[in-house]
């Protein structure tokens, strides 16, 4: 996931990429190896596509969007000493049919949608910290998926 190339597209790659990047070396094992990306949860597939994201290398910038803050549910976990990095990426993998417009998605940050209910969940790694919004007419039900 470290190459150049995908590093230059934010994270952003093809079936196509992968296999010229990992060469005729690994050409019979390809479609394992993204499997196993997608498997533990390092990359997710764009609506089987064929295209992918690698979230770690996604834009640190959050994208514009309008956020309304009247009656949202908040949420916030905190950890003590130490927050193993990546635990957001992965989420976002887990979650990635459900990112708004699958477009509002960055480094440190998603938003999500389902029915007429959203969440916003934003990681600040050096604090330690997850922070959850939710909004809608379900967010206690959204916030159990």
């Known amino acids: 996931i470290d190459a150049p190339e995908i590093r230059r597209r934010n994270g952003h790659f093809t079936k196509k990429d992968a296999i010229a990047i990992w060469g005729k070396d ?7 190896l993204l499997a196993l990306m997608k498997r533990f949860y390092l990359i997710y597939e764009i609506n ?9 290398l996604l834009l640190d910038d959050k994208p514009e969007y309008h956020w309304d803050t009247k009656e949202n549910l908040q949420l916030r976990y905190e ?9 957001l ?8 049919k459900q990112i708004k417009n699958n477009t509002l998605v960055w480094r440190s940050g998603v938003i999500l949608s389902e029915g007429d209910t959203e969440a ?8 330690h910290k997850i922070n959850i919004r939710i909004k809608g007419k379900t967010n206690i039900d959204f916030r159990t998926n």
């Open 89 to 96: 990426w992965q989420f976002i993998s887990i979650m990635h």
């Open 79 to 87: 950890y003590d000493d130490f927050m193993p990095q990546g635990i």
């Open 48 to 56: 089987n596509s064929q295209s992918y994201i690698a979230p770690q």
């Open 26 to 32: 690994y050409f019979m094992v390809y479609e394992e």
């Open 120 to 127: 916003e969940i934003t990681e600040v790694y050096g604090q």
